[in-house]
T-cell receptor, first 115, second 118 residues
Framework: AQSVSQHNHHVILSEAASLELGCNYS??????LFWYVQYPGQHLQLLLKYFSGDPLVKGIKGFEAEFIKSKFSFNLRKPSVQWSDTAEYFC?????????????FGAGTRLAVHP | GAVVSQHPSRVICKSGTSVKIECRSLDFQATTMFWYRQFPKQSLMLMATSNEGSKATYEQGVEKDKFLINHASLTLSTLTVTSAHPEDSSFYIC??????????????FGEGSRLTVL
């Protein structure tokens, strides 16, 4: 079955620490990959996306992610986090199969950044 | 950016009644709309995919007779929870994609609708 796994459910960091959130998916076909962020009390927003081309994609607010096809991974990184990055992060994979799109989310990672 | 509006944002109903939630794409035509359900402190669970001009595709375990989805036009999709029960209480989120096919999947999300069934 198609699935998306996020390895870290809760991450606590101090400001200026580096961040890496893992995401793996299970699907053998063509995928588009996304990271969404949900700040407290707000709805989901797109951080970055990968469709094709350079597997290292840069998103908003200093985030980047690298698509490693052989590992079915799309890990999110940020070299130096800020308190304002406290949020929940969702990895999502879009499958295009049989003429239809289906976007599947990982369980999410709750990030808390302490000043 | 693209805007998706969801209504109502909160609804409280009695057990056994039906509730309709609307999802509108305000400034683009959505060929595909998705309905998700989010349980407290959990991720979004895809319920169904609605493609304009065809029937919704339901995920395994989602009762299509209980959660009726109608993609009435390129800007409107509705989710009707029929004969609601307390276990249907949840946060329902719709999203819309302005493109489909190989560049599909970039979604714009509604604000969500919190359903409480008494």
């Amino acid at each position: 079955a198609q699935s998306v796994s996020q390895h870290n459910h809760h991450v606590i960091l101090s400001e200026a620490a580096s961040l890496e959130l893992g995401c793996n998916y299970s699907y053998g076909g063509t995928v588009n990959l996304f990271w969404y962020v949900q700040y407290p009390g707000q709805h989901l927003q797109l951080l970055l996306k990968y469709f094709s081309g350079d597997p290292l994609v840069k998103g908003i607010k200093g985030f980047e992610a690298e698509f490693i096809k052989s590992k079915f991974s799309f890990n999110l990184r940020k070299p130096s986090v800020q308190w304002s990055d406290t949020a929940e992060y969702f990895c999502a994979v879009n499958l295009f199969s049989g003429g239809y799109n289906k976007l599947i989310f990982g369980a999410g990672t709750r990030l808390a950044v302490h000043p | 950016g693209a805007v998706v509006s969801q209504h109502p944002s909160r609804v409280i109903c009695k057990s056994g009644t039906s509730v309709k939630i609307e999802c509108r794409s305000l400034d683009f035509q959505a060929t595909t709309m998705f309905w998700y359900r989010q349980f407290p402190k959990q991720s979004l669970m895809l319920m169904a995919t609605s493609n304009e001009g065809s029937k919704a595709t339901y995920e395994q375990g989602v009762e299509k007779d209980k959660f009726l989805i109608n993609h009435a036009s390129l800007t409107l999709s509705t989710l009707t929870v029929t004969s609601a029960h307390p276990e249907d209480s949840s946060f329902y989120i719709c999203s819309a994609a302005s493109t489909s096919g190989r560049r599909g999947g970039e979604l714009f999300f509604g604000e969500g609708s919190r359903l409480t069934v008494l």
